[in-house]
């Protein structure tokens, strides 16, 4: 989130000690009052930055969208089997949470809980996009390589999401603890498995 310029610089100090102050006051909202204190100016210095604290959790929940929508585009043009493209973006959200467990209060929506109705409904758009991502792959997959999904595409995209914000939501709940990635290196080979199979031209209708 680093910018330059002296004004950009303190609203990155402000979206840091948000994210700071979210990691380590798990359960607890956030004030303005307390964040001004965290940074060390007046709340006034803050709205000359951020109109509303809304707007401050907008900042990071664009911070969110660029950095993982950002590496999604990379995993597309880098990878070729459907199976490895869901295997990267579902590794890619999972570790990107465990680095970043300020911001898992605002994926889980944990830390919007009483915030305006518009951040929770972008918030939940982010996991349509993840949705939606996963849900192409595996369509896309009878085209580029002659397999389609064990299920239909849409459910099991919308399992492998379910899992992502489940975990998401064990690691906030445990306080940090639980991680993200525990057991994924075991799981994910079950999971490959029931994805996708074969195109039976066979079973086809005519």
Same mark, same amino acid.
């Given at each position: 989130?680093?910018?330059?310029?002296? #004004?950009?610089?303190?609203?990155?100090?402000?979206?840091?000690?948000?994210?700071?102050?979210?990691?380590?006051?798990?359960?607890?909202?956030?004030?303005?009052?307390?964040?001004? #204190?965290?940074?060390?100016?007046?709340?006034?210095?803050?709205?000359?930055?951020?109109?509303? #604290?809304? #707007?401050?959790?907008?900042?990071?929940?664009?911070?969110?969208?660029?950095?993982?929508?950002?590496?999604?585009?990379?995993?597309?043009?880098?990878?070729? *089997?459907?199976?490895?493209?869901?295997? $990267?973006?579902?590794?890619?959200?999972?570790?990107?949470?465990? $680095?970043?467990?300020?911001?898992?209060?605002?994926?889980?929506?944990?830390?919007?809980?009483?915030?305006?109705?518009?951040?929770?409904?972008?918030?939940?758009?982010?996991?349509?996009?993840?949705?939606?991502?996963?849900?192409?792959?595996? *369509?896309?997959?009878?085209?580029?390589?002659?397999?389609?999904?064990?299920?239909?595409?849409?459910?099991?995209?919308?399992?492998?999401?379910?899992?992502?914000?489940? *975990?998401?939501?064990?690691?906030?709940?445990?306080?940090? $603890?639980?991680?993200?990635?525990?057991?994924?290196?075991?799981?994910?080979?079950?999971?490959?498995?029931?994805?996708?199979?074969? $195109?039976?031209?066979?079973?086809?209708?005519?």
């Amino acid at each position: 989130m680093t910018e330059t310029g002296d #004004k950009l610089s303190r609203r990155d100090q402000i979206l840091q000690a948000l994210v700071t102050m979210l990691e380590n006051n798990p359960g607890a909202r956030i004030t303005t009052a307390n964040l001004a #204190k965290e940074v060390g100016v007046s709340e006034a210095a803050l709205y000359r930055h951020f109109p509303s #604290k809304a #707007k401050m959790f907008e900042g990071l929940i664009a911070f969110i969208e660029e950095t993982v929508f950002s590496r999604i585009t990379r995993i597309m043009q880098d990878f070729e *089997r459907a199976d490895d493209r869901c295997e $990267k973006t579902l590794t890619l959200v999972l570790t990107f949470a465990e $680095k970043n467990p300020g911001l898992c209060r605002l994926l889980s929506g944990d830390a919007l809980a009483g915030e305006t109705e518009r951040l929770r409904d972008r918030m939940q758009q982010f996991f349509d996009r993840i949705e939606a991502q996963l849900k192409q792959i595996l *369509r896309e997959a009878e085209m580029r390589e002659g397999k389609v999904p064990v299920q239909t595409a849409s459910a099991a995209a919308n399992l492998l999401t379910a899992l992502l914000e489940g *975990r998401i939501r064990q690691y906030v709940r445990s306080e940090f $603890k639980a991680l993200p990635t525990t057991y994924w290196d075991e799981q994910w080979p079950m999971l490959r498995v029931s994805l996708l199979r074969d $195109k039976d031209l066979s079973r086809m209708p005519v």
